[in-house]
Nanobody, 115 residues
Framework: QVQLVESGGGLVQPGGSLRLSCADS????????MGWYRQAPGKRREQVAT???????NYADSVKGRFTISRDNAKNTVYLQMNNLKPEDTAVYYC?????????WGQGTQVTVSS
């Protein structure tokens, strides 16, 4: 029903940019609210950005003005454009949604910001 696969992580220098993608193999993507979360070593998983089915967005204060979440329903994909990356953005980033009261997570993609 819902299967999320992330891609696009990697190593980037401070101030650099990355775009993460999350593709859903199911047929209900356009009806789903989607979110990006991240988890740094030794820290709890935190919400980064969310987008509703009608593309209303919300961001954590720590990424406002630097990250942009968007979706392409024709491609069943949600994106996270990350600009002006900082070392504290280093984490495993996860795509998330809920469907029929169940949480679905992708496998995660590592983002490392380091010089």
């Amino acid at each position: 029903q819902v299967q999320l696969v992330e891609s696009g992580g990697g190593l980037v220098q401070p101030g650099g940019s990355l775009r993460l993608s999350c593709a859903d193999s199911g047929s209900r993507f356009s009806t789903l609210a989607m979110g990006w979360y991240r988890q740094a070593p030794g820290k709890r998983r935190e919400q980064v950005a969310t987008i509703t089915s009608d593309s209303r967005t919300n961001y954590a204060d720590s990424v406002k003005g630097r990250f942009t979440i968007s979706r392409d329903n024709a491609k069943n994909t949600v994106y996270l454009q990350m600009n002006n990356l900082k070392p504290e953005d280093t984490a495993v980033y996860y795509c998330h949604t809920q469907y029929v009261w169940r949480d679905y997570w992708g496998q995660g993609t590592q983002v490392t910001v380091s010089s």
